[in-house]
């Protein structure tokens, strides 16, 4: 699970610690990348078939 804290740093109530995946202008920062490979990660490791993976979203 994930959770999100605004849509961006320049946004966020948390802002003073940088703590998004985009930054103010709303461009990807490293973290961005890391969440979508552990995201791919967990979709190729899942025990369900391709179709019953995209139903459950």
Known sequence: MV???GAND???WRRGG???LFD???KP???FDAVI???KSAEA???LP???TDAAE
Do not use: E
Request: no cysteine; charged share 15%.
């Open 3 to 5: 959770t999100f804290w």
């Open 10 to 12: 320049a946004v966020s």
């Open 18 to 20: 940088n703590p998004l």
């Open 24 to 26: 103010g202008d709303n």
């Open 29 to 31: 920062k490293p973290a």
């Open 37 to 39: 490979g552990v995201a």
């Open 45 to 47: 490791k899942s025990p």
């Open 50 to 52: 391709k179709a019953q």
